[in-house]
């Protein structure tokens, strides 16, 4: 079995809005062969901002 690293590229936090997960998984299928994923979760001390984070893998 290969195991795969994945390293965090950069991150930061923005304002939430409800339509950030659609950019999110457009990227995630558009950069997928080139070893890049996104992720975006709610920030825990803050609802209103949200992290967005890009992955190589």
Known sequence: MS???IT???TVKIDHA???Y???DSLNR???EDNLM???TLSE???E???FTIYRT
């Open 49 to 51: 901002k949200a992290i």
């Open 18 to 20: 409800d339509d950030l």
């Open 8 to 10: 965090t590229l950069s």
């Open 3 to 5: 195991q795969s690293k």
């Open 30 to 32: 558009t950069l997928k």
């Open 45 to 47: 001390d803050n609802y």
């Open 38 to 40: 996104f992720g975006l």
């Open 22 to 24: 659609k950019i999110v």
